[in-house]
């Protein structure tokens, strides 16, 4: 007979030596209490030791870190965004340390976010997973007395801390309300990704947050669910670097439990390049890829990717058909490569220095430089070769000055730049208060400075360069003009785009850069500079 706990208990039917077992487990359950009680404050790991977990199968059990567990541990930062597989143990063990949090940090205020659905399942889920880590800990011998504790939210009664859970905004009016409180010691949201009205909801929590420089801690962890929204260019945007969140990436090999046991006798080799790749490059045992081959007949390669990804780059599907050939891109990005240099206070990335006697071109798509779509510029040589780009948030009077700095680096190149809403301030920029020539600033076929957007041209345009894109004739070396391939779409209503939460500023620039230099009469009007 066992209890709750699966420790033995003895009846008064027991035998000497099943009275003697209990005896010793007592004994030893005894000694694992003091231990835990001497240790938990100051060890995440002997805390997470004395928390029940439920398992898949309905069963209680500890929370024995498993290795990916352990890795994240040894890793994480005051700012983490996670991509993971599903069912890694990975919100198990954050809502175990926003417990942690809440009881050793005086004053804490914890907050998770879920996903908002019909029924409150998420909610439901966490708060259940919750009570039982607070059930064992008091069954560890721990005083846990709370003034509140409903389902979504404990609030200590020794000293004001606060553990509560907040369902993202089920629509645009209910997400703006969220997060209108007090400062949040550690904001842990889970399943980020399928927050219908993220920036919303997110806009209010994130400012509650104070500066990591004063012990705030943020956890961002999500299976992908499509290349775009708030989730997705976060993560993007940590790989690069760019947001002050570090990025940690867990594909499915490294779960031990996916595999398939083989049967006697059976032999497991790769069959197509997918497969070899996971032999070759990630090692991945036959069991493994016996358990990866059920997945696949079960789901399309694509949820396959998604759901338990291999990699970063493959795991985020887009809504709307690809406007860029897919298996083209990927290889593209694995082509790509860090900048040789950065210059003009990191607005500027050189794949390749300017060559003695070469001509360029720098191809602008200018931004409001208020937050929105950044501002782009991409540099080719005259063969249409991508040697470096400008990208960022720039008002249009200072990327006009950026443009000129860098054409000037570039032997003087032409500027070409997109003359629609914000161009125009941009043009001026670049003539009036740079003073560049004007003989150096690209002219259209009417005459006026700027390359005119409008429907026929920009078609025209990105037709182009999906073709060059498809043929091998257009390449670029910068992992974020590839990115927005990925994220470049044809809706539903035929046009193509960026995806939603997503941007397409590099691609644009790219694609008024290949239309220059491929017409015949765009080559005319760009000054007669001598060729390469």
């Not at 990704?193 to 956890?219: H, K, Q, R």
């Not at 990208?391 to 629609?420: C, D, S």
Request: glycine residues 8%; neutral net charge; proline residues 5%.
């Amino acid at each position: 007979m066992r209890n709750s706990i699966n420790s033995p208990v003895a009846t008064r039917q027991s035998s000497p030596a099943e009275i003697l077992a209990h005896l010793r487990w007592k004994a030893k359950r005894e000694l694992a209490r003091r231990e835990f009680g001497r240790q938990w404050r100051t060890s995440f790991e002997a805390f997470c030791g004395g928390i029940d977990i439920v398992t898949k199968s309905g069963e209680r059990t500890k929370l024995d870190l498993n290795p990916i567990q352990r890795r994240y541990c040894a890793a994480r930062t005051p700012r983490d965004i996670v991509l993971k597989p599903r069912q890694i143990g990975f919100t198990t063990l954050e809502l175990a340390r926003d417990v942690w949090t809440l009881l050793t940090r005086p004053g804490a205020r914890v907050v998770v976010v879920v996903q908002s659905l019909t029924g409150h399942g998420p909610l439901k889920q966490l708060s259940g997973a919750l009570r039982v880590m607070f059930e064992s800990l008091r069954n560890e011998g721990l005083e846990i007395r709370f003034r509140t504790e409903s389902l979504a939210e404990w609030v200590l009664a020794d000293g004001d801390g606060s553990l509560r859970i907040v369902e993202a905004g089920a629509s645009e009016a209910a997400a703006e309300k969220k997060g209108r409180s007090g400062t949040i010691t550690r904001l842990h949201l889970t399943e980020t990704a399928f927050y219908e009205y993220a920036d919303e909801t997110l806009n209010a929590l994130l400012e509650c947050v104070p500066s990591a420089d004063f012990g705030s801690e943020i956890v961002v962890e999500s299976t992908p669910n499509g290349a775009g929204g708030w989730y997705f260019e976060q993560y993007v945007s940590a790989t690069k670097g760019d947001n002050g969140y570090r990025a940690h990436f867990f594909p499915w090999f490294d779960q031990a439990e996916y595999g398939t046991p083989l049967e006697p006798g059976e032999t497991i080799e790769p069959r197509t390049e997918r497969e070899t790749e996971l032999f070759a490059k990630h090692g991945i045992s036959p069991e493994q890829l016996k358990w990866y081959r059920a997945k696949l007949a079960a789901k399309t390669a694509d949820l396959t990717d998604q759901e338990y990804p291999t990699d970063s780059e493959r795991c985020f599907l887009v809504s709307g058909r690809g406007f860029f050939d897919k298996a083209i891109t990927a290889a593209l990005m694995s082509q790509t490569r860090e900048p040789i240099r950065v210059e003009l206070a990191g607005a500027l990335r050189i794949w390749e220095m300017p060559r003695a006697g070469a001509s360029y071109v720098v191809v602008a798509d200018p931004s409001e430089g208020t937050g929105g779509d950044p501002g782009a510029a991409i540099v080719f040589d005259r063969q249409g070769k991508h040697v470096a780009t400008v990208h960022g948030q720039f008002q249009p009077w200072p990327f006009g000055e950026l443009l000129v700095k860098t054409a000037l680096m570039y032997n003087g190149a032409t500027v070409v730049i997109e003359r629609n809403n914000h161009g125009h301030a941009v043009i001026q920029s670049v003539l009036a208060g740079q003073k560049y020539p004007q003989e150096r600033v690209y002219r259209a076929p009417d005459g006026k400075f700027g390359w005119l957007t409008n429907e026929v041209a920009r078609s025209s345009a990105l037709d182009a360069l999906e073709e060059a894109h498809r043929t091998g004739f257009w390449v670029s070396p910068d992992a974020r003009v590839v990115a927005e391939q990925r994220t470049f779409v044809v809706t539903k209503h035929g046009k193509a785009e960026a995806s939603r939460g997503s941007h397409d500023d590099l691609i644009l620039a790219s694609a008024i850069g290949w239309d220059v230099l491929r017409k015949p009469l765009a080559r005319r009007n760009l000054n007669n500079l001598p060729a390469a």
